[in-house]
Nanobody
Framework: VQLQASGGGLVQAGGPLRLSCAASGRTFSTLGMGWFRQAPGKAREFVARISWNGGSTYYADSVKGRFTISRDNTKNAGHLQMSSLKPEDTAVYYC??????????????????WGQGTLVTVSS
């Protein structure tokens, strides 16, 4: 599976931004999908996850209520709608996909496929 993240950019604090993840090479609808981010000088961290059918979503506490993860299996795409952005949301955002599901979705090792990152910069 190849994943392509896009939609990053520069946004003012309080503003919205929508990231997309396009999948190719395998039936996307069978895979769970997650978003991670890595801020400068910090480790990559879990942001959100959505199950293969969109029935379950999970969020890091730091983004809960501000970010919404979604997917469109008819278009082999996933999205991360971000609102009320804060300077501390500045990071490279990565989309990832997993084959088998489970409970360890906050761990990078849970995911089988990764896209390249897209940079989100939130100015104060």
């Amino acid at each position: 599976v190849q994943l392509q993240a896009s939609g990053g950019g520069l946004v003012q604090a309080g503003g919205p931004l929508r990231l997309s993840c396009a999948a190719s090479g395998r039936t996307f609808s069978t895979l769970g999908m997650g978003w991670f981010r890595q801020a400068p000088g910090k480790a990559r961290e879990f942001v959100a996850r959505i199950s293969w059918n969109g029935g379950s979503t999970y969020y890091a506490d730091s983004v809960k209520g501000r970010f919404t993860i979604s997917r469109d299996n008819t278009k082999n795409a996933g999205h991360l709608q971000m609102s009320s952005l804060k300077p501390e949301d500045t990071a490279v955002y990565y989309c990832a996909a997993d084959q088998y599901g489970g409970s360890n979705y906050r761990r990078e090792s849970f995911y089988d496929y990764w896209g390249q990152g897209t940079l989100v910069t939130v100015s104060s």
